[in-house]
């Protein structure tokens, strides 16, 4: 079984920011697959299932906000016995320029709370991250920044992103090896 969680936040305040990256690469995923979301409180998540190749993955978004994403974590990982290895966590990157799509295998929580938070719940930095893109502003404060929402614009040049995260969302469900996913979708622009 595997585990694919995008970081965000809920409510409408926070609906196409770019701190919610994660939330809106499941969400497409979840379409594109016809998947059906739906909140689980006992999970602290809103999440679907889908069985690739034999084996059922869960999609999980976190309604903890961002800052405590570990406890929603904890409690699927926890529930269905589901390794940190067997972990894929989509999350928007500030250091990187707006739509790059950098794959990880394991990694510090590099300044990012909801990874911080995973980390810290689930006691190990070994599991699989997606990061996106979101740029940085010279003149807008990081919080400020992360919680703007994107243009009409961006949301436009960010179809292709989140298409592209899709297909590596499925590879990793279809138990292809990651190292082969990020040489095939890490991309720099």
């Keep these: 079984m595997k585990l694919v969680v995008g970081l965000g936040n ?26 059906e979301m739906h909140l689980e409180p006992k999970f602290q998540g809103i999440m679907g299932t889908i069985t690739i190749n034999g084996e059922k993955t869960i999609l999980l978004k976190p309604v903890t906000y961002m800052n405590l994403s570990g406890e929603s974590v904890i409690k699927v990982m926890n529930f269905y016995k589901i390794d940190s290895k067997d972990i894929l966590v989509i999350s928007d990157d500030l250091d990187s320029p707006l739509g790059r799509i950098r794959l990880r295998s ?24 997606i990061k996106l ?7 807008i404060p990081v919080i400020d920044w992360v919680l703007k929402k ?23 469900a279809s138990g292809i090896d990651f190292m082969k996913i990020s040489s095939k979708y890490s991309k720099n622009s």
């Design 106 to 129: 394991k990694g510090s929580a590099g300044g990012h709370n909801g990874h911080k938070n995973i980390v810290q719940h689930i006691g190990t930095e070994e599991y699989k991250r």
């Design 150 to 172: 994107f243009t009409k614009d961006e949301l436009k040049e960010l179809n292709s992103v989140f298409d592209t995260v899709s297909d590596a969302i499925y590879e990793f």
């Design 10 to 35: 809920p409510g409408n305040t926070y609906e196409n920011t770019r701190h919610n990256m994660g939330w809106m690469a499941i969400d497409r995923f979840a379409a594109i697959n016809n998947v």
């Design 133 to 139: 893109g979101i740029d940085r502003s010279d003149v």
